[in-house]
């Protein structure tokens, strides 16, 4: 069972999460710098405070709580003991370029809770080797929003149809780590159909992906339960698909991903 993981504030959307097996609850204090590389798209930018760690912490009972903080700076340290100090279980370094700076914060959190590596740079892509090893590392989670612009392609999962993630995964698999990435939409919906991304999920190991923000917007009250049930459904049931099945799939994933690219750069 891979962690779903909800990118939340709201204490009441947290606490019905927490009753759902396999979810992490995922607060994002990341602000320096992302409105400016993310301008003009249609990605998630944080209105996250310091104060909601504590807040959300406090509704669960089962469910880890990852917080993602700025990009290395001058004030790490100070926000890494906030973060900390409110409860977190997982802390995630974004937009890290080098091996020294996914080491350096490695050092300030000190072995007091894992830590997961946002791969979204192509400086981090290229380094891998040498980041791997970073002590009490947990979790790669590769983010596709970043990464696809950093690498010059025009939709964001075309690292997927090149074979980087694949790549990534049998690497970090072998360190003995978790590996995660990108995001997912409800099963019939979404540029790439949620079902076919959730299959190479599975195909590659995976065991982390966000719920994007299709799976909580305003309907009725059951409407995130009620979608996030069958998501978990066809998980298991592509599990079950022979290896030449699995193969089929991807090939088809990757000619869909191919066809959409040629679209956009036509469109562009």
């Known amino acids: ?91 995630m370094l974004p937009m890290f370029h080098t091996p020294d700076e996914l080491q350096a914060f490695s050092r300030m959190v000190a072995g007091r809770v894992p830590i997961v590596a946002l791969l979204e740079t192509a400086g981090a892509l290229r380094s891998l080797d040498d980041w791997v090893n970073t002590p009490d590392l947990w979790e790669v989670f590769v983010g596709l929003n970043d990464l696809h612009l950093s690498l010059g392609c025009r939709f964001m999962f075309e690292p997927l149809a090149q074979g980087i993630l694949d790549r990534l995964a049998v690497r970090v698999q072998s360190q003995g780590l978790r590996f995660g990435f990108g995001g997912i939409a409800r099963l019939d919906e979404g540029l790439l159909p949620g079902r076919w991304v959730l299959a190479e999920h599975v195909r590659m190991g995976s065991e982390a992906v966000i719920l994007s923000r299709t799976f909580h917007r305003g309907e009725a009250a059951v409407s995130y339960e009620s979608q996030v049930r069958p998501l978990r459904l066809a998980e298991r049931e592509l599990q079950a698909r022979t290896a030449h099945q699995m ?7 990757r000619e869909a991903i191919e066809v959409i690219a040629l679209g956009m750069e036509h469109a562009a």
């Open 247 to 253: 193969e089929a799939d991807r090939l088809r994933t």
């Open 1 to 91: 069972m891979m962690d779903f993981l909800q990118i939340t504030n709201d204490p009441v959307l947290a606490r019905r999460c927490d009753a759902i097996p396999g979810m992490r609850l995922f607060v994002d204090l990341e602000i320096n710098g992302k409105a400016e590389r993310q301008a003009g798209r249609n990605t998630f930018i944080s209105t996250h405070h310091l104060d909601d760690v504590g807040r959300i912490k406090a509704e669960l009972h089962r469910s880890k709580l990852m917080v993602r903080v700025n990009p290395l700076h001058a004030g790490t340290a100070k926000e890494l003991d906030a973060v900390l100090g409110q409860g977190a279980d997982l802390v």
